[in-house]
């Protein structure tokens, strides 16, 4: 037999190829037949995504709210209070401080309160011991406005209204009293005397103790109650950026002689540790998340398997069709990735619902961050690939012969 | 050479579709389970014949490495004239996807595509397009004689049915040989006699088509029979064997431009 060209060897061999559009429709021919299963085996992926991006999204929609308030309130305001450690004084700030605080450059606004004995009672019949946690604090005019506070009801005290027995309650106050509005002119029992009510504040982030004080002016205060009018607590406005260098002269300023008694605290620090707690819990929750997103993959992998073994003779026949060995690995892989892919996708979508479900609830703006939906997805992808990777190989092995023998 | 009759200078010179040397097969164990014993077999293009041989004779194992799907522990195997006895994963897949159409017992349908699209699986692992492979699934359906069935899906079909669309599948790259593995096993007398009669018009019309099987009724109604027992060759009543250029031929042969007669006179011409 000669070895020279043959004549009718015009056929020429071309190496067996599978395009990239007939990959995906041969990657997901498995999962259109089987379509219960596809759901089902999905689904794990779906939990996963989606518990991972309903957290990531309700957190950040809570950090945009809890920003938006701390952006309204403003970082800039600082408060001193004596610092009521070992051998602290009587719980009071010297007199001229506020004075002294007010002659130092950056400081925008200055206002202090003054605690007071009195209590403050609903009427003269209720039990005098039961003062439900309220306190009667002597206020500055100028209090409001450094803590950029309102009034819901009513109205603020002036210069008119601060020498004569009027009120202003924080919100909490005006809860425990039972006062919800100012127009039919409630009264109040404070220190025995009767004050007449024009004022209810909105809550006070920066200042919760406020929320449970009943303000009053301080020429009433001293001329009534012969209150003596050293500051308890100092509320300040600096400029922007200078925050840190009013705060380390604050001490010195206010008590020379004692600078530590003086204890300087910048209310909007509390709140962002408020938003690192949660973020705390955020960390669980992305845990739990990353825990079903595992589970979700172990099920695609169990499925693929399971798959591999059922189509032990389409294995054959594509194999006898001229599938290469990556050919089949491919076609498997493919659909694993599919099916992950299914999954991550339904699960951005319900992340995303129950992060605006809750956000919408909450009264927060809606926030899904793009990351979470990029993360979440290619997360699906990375899991999809890994847990196709072996049951892929081992269709890819199957000997024809041996995935054609009748089942 | 000039001297040799024109039956030797057509196995001389032709290409024959599909030519096994000296093929052993053994499977490990201990001892080794021998299945071919040193089969030589030659089949020219355009031929219809039959393997016969009882269960565990090695015609299973035949066919495994005929159609590539099986390697020989030793012996050469030439396919159109191709020695692939050496072709490693990736050729064998395409000397499969483009010179060898497969039909088996069971048919091996897949159940969620149309007729039109099983039959287009064919030329799937070639590369062409899908509308493409849809033209070439359709002419080749409508040879197959399931012109009016092409959207229906497997289950819509009768045995019969779907072993034409088996076929169809099979012929629709036009391979250099079909091997067909006890096709009216799973079929009843009428639906098998059919199916013979579709694989005769298909020899007439040119193909080269093996048929394995048990039943030495069918295969007696075939041009020519290969008889397998114990992993040999018992007999063959091939024209090479007998001498007899006459009889074995097959009527197919007359189609110009690829038949080994005509590349004889090319060859001949040639010289």
Redesign the interface.
């Known amino acids: 037999m000669s070895d020279g060209p043959r004549s009718n060897e015009s056929r020429k061999l071309k190496p067996s190829k599978l395009r990239p559009a007939d990959v995906v429709s041969v990657g997901s021919s498995g999962l259109r037949t089987r379509k219960m299963r596809t759901a089902l085996s999905a689904l794990g992926i779906t939990i996963g995504i989606a518990a991972m991006v309903g957290v990531l999204g309700i957190s950040e929609s809570s950090r945009a709210d809890l920003q938006a308030q701390i952006e309204a309130l403003g970082t800039n305001l600082l408060s001193v209070q004596p610092s009521g450690g070992f051998g602290g004084g009587d719980g009071t700030l010297p007199e001229e401080s506020v004075a002294k605080v007010s002659r130092i450059g950056p400081v925008e606004r200055v206002a202090d309160v003054v605690e007071m004995e009195q209590t403050i009672l609903r009427n003269d019949v209720v039990n005098p011991n039961e003062t439900g946690g309220l306190s009667v604090m002597a206020a500055d005019l100028d209090l409001l406005a450094t803590l950029n506070g309102d009034v819901s009801t009513g109205v603020w005290l002036d210069e008119a209204k601060a020498s004569v027995p009027t009120v202003v309650l924080g919100s909490v106050a005006a809860e425990r009293l039972a006062v919800t509005e100012v127009d039919q002119g409630p009264m109040v029992y404070i220190g025995g005397e009767w004050f007449a009510v024009v004022g209810i504040l909105a809550p006070f982030p920066l200042a919760p103790d406020l929320d449970r004080a009943a303000l009053i002016g301080k020429p009433i205060a001293a001329s009534m109650f012969e209150a003596e009018l050293n500051p308890s607590i100092i509320v300040l406005r600096t400029r922007a950026g200078s925050i840190d260098q009013v705060r380390s002269v604050l001490g010195p300023t206010v008590d020379p002689q004692s600078p530590d008694e003086v204890s300087i605290s910048r209310p909007s620090e509390l709140l962002e540790a408020q938003d690192a707690t949660e973020s705390a819990f955020t960390n669980l929750f992305l845990g739990l998340g990353a825990v079903s997103l595992l589970v979700g993959g172990v099920g695609i992998a169990n499925v693929m398997v399971i798959a591999v073994i059922e189509r032990r003779n389409e294995i054959g026949l594509r194999r006898a069709l001229g599938a290469t060995r990556a050919h089949i690995r491919r076609q498997f892989l493919t659909e694993s990735l599919i099916l992950s892919v299914i999954g991550g996708l339904a699960g951005v979508v319900l992340g995303a619902l129950v992060t605006a479900g809750y956000s919408t609830a909450q009264g927060w703006q809606v926030v899904v961050p793009p990351l979470a939906i990029i993360g979440g997805l290619a997360s699906a992808v990375i899991i999809g690939a890994i847990a196709g990777l072996y049951p892929a190989m081992r269709a890819a092995r199957l000997a024809p012969t041996e995935a054609l023998r009748a089942t | 050479m000039t001297k040799a009759s024109p039956a030797t200078i057509a196995q001389?010179?032709?290409?024959p579709a599909l030519e096994l040397i000296d093929i052993v097969k053994e499977y490990p164990g201990t001892p080794p389970v021998r299945a071919l014993d040193g089969v030589s077999l030659r089949v020219e293009?355009g031929e219809l014949a039959a393997i016969v041989g009882p269960s565990g004779s090695g015609k299973s194992t035949m066919l495994?490495v005929m159609?590539t799907?099986?390697r020989p522990t030793t012996g050469q195997l030439r396919i159109?004239?191709?020695n692939v006895s050496e072709f490693g994963?990736?050729?064998l897949?395409?000397?499969?996807?483009?010179?060898?159409g497969?039909v088996?017992?069971?048919f091996?349908l897949?159940?969620?595509?149309s007729a039109l699209d099983n039959v287009a699986?064919?030329l799937?692992?070639?590369?062409l397009?899908?509308a493409k492979r849809r033209v070439a699934a359709a002419e080749a359906l409508i040879k197959v004689g399931l012109a009016h069935r092409l959207g229906h899906f497997p289950n819509q079909l009768s045995g019969g049915e779907r072993q034409r669309v088996a076929i169809a599948?099979a012929i629709v790259h036009d391979p250099?040989i079909v091997l067909a593995d006890e096709p009216t096993g799973n079929l009843d007398s009428a639906a098998s006699e059919a199916i013979m009669e579709l694989l005769h018009g298909l020899h007439q019309a040119g193909s080269t088509i093996l048929v394995i099987t048990h039943d030495r009724e069918l295969a007696s109604s075939l041009p020519r029979q290969i008889s397998v027992r114990d992993g040999r060759i018992e007999t063959d009543t091939s024209p090479s064997h007998s001498n007899d250029a006459g009889s074995g031929w097959p009527a197919g042969k007359s189609a110009p431009g690829h038949t080994a007669s005509s590349?004889l006179l090319?060859?001949a011409n040639?010289e």
């Open positions: 001389l010179t032709s290409t293009d495994h159609g799907l099986d159109d004239g191709r994963d990736r050729r897949s395409a000397v499969r996807s483009q010179l060898i497969f088996f017992q069971q091996f897949i159940d969620g595509m699986n064919g799937l692992y070639a590369g397009p899908t599948r250099a590349q090319n060859r040639d």
